[in-house]
């Protein structure tokens, strides 16, 4: 039985690992070499494949990446992006969200003017002590490539206020135990 739960376990967790890497396609260099072409055409120049898109995606963010430094705790939680539709048709946002609970965006619902610029508020909980490193997935409608934004800094503890005493330290109430 134990074996069981062990192989199961196992499977569980190479496919849930493997789920979240996208599947890769080889890239090619090579034009079809049985492809016919009318007679009288020049050839078609080589195509090669580079892996990053130079196309223009029609929005420009001002940042895509926001550094919040070292926070208190409980310090300003926000952030902004500034969004432009460089594109000469309407941009919609058809949604943003963080990669966890504690990172939530607030972004326009209506369509975005060409030209116009909009702002991306992101609200990070800093409650949560510790370095943060998180991102912000915005889908565009017609789309097929959503925008990734990142976010990061470090949250740190306030002091103490009463400090607990140490080895050798003399207690407040002089050592004398309280009797509620």
């Known amino acids: 039985m134990k074996k069981l739960i062990a192989i199961s376990a196992?499977?569980?967790?190479?496919?849930?690992?493997?789920?979240?890497?996208p599947a890769q396609k080889p890239a090619s260099t090579k034009t079809p070499a049985t492809a016919t072409k009318p007679?009288?055409?020049?050839?078609?120049?080589?195509?090669?494949?580079?892996?990053?898109s130079t196309a223009d995606p029609g929005y420009k963010f001002d940042k895509t990446s926001y550094d919040y430094g070292t926070l208190k705790k409980g310090g300003e939680p926000y952030c902004a992006f500034q969004l432009t539709n460089t594109?000469?048709?309407?941009?919609?946002?058809?949604e943003a969200h963080g990669s966890c609970g504690c990172t939530i965006p607030e972004y326009p619902k209506e369509p975005i003017k060409p030209g116009q610029t909009v702002t991306?508020?992101?609200?990070?909980?800093?409650n949560r002590?510790?370095?943060?490193?998180?991102?912000?997935?915005?889908?565009?409608?017609?789309?097929?490539?959503p925008a990734i934004l990142h976010i990061h800094g470090t949250v740190e503890a306030p002091p103490s206020e009463t400090p607990?005493?140490?080895?050798?330290?003399?207690p407040a109430n002089g050592g004398t135990p309280v009797n509620n």
């Open 164 to 170: 607990f005493p140490g080895p050798g330290s003399t």
């Open 39 to 52: 007679a009288g055409t020049a050839p078609a120049p080589a195509q090669t494949t580079t892996g990053t």
């Open 10 to 21: 196992l499977c569980f967790g190479f496919v849930c690992a493997n789920a979240q890497t």
């Open 87 to 94: 594109s000469k048709e309407m941009l919609v946002i058809s």
């Open 120 to 126: 991306i508020k992101v609200h990070y909980d800093t």
């Open 129 to 145: 002590i510790g370095p943060f490193e998180k991102q912000v997935t915005v889908t565009f409608q017609g789309k097929d490539t």
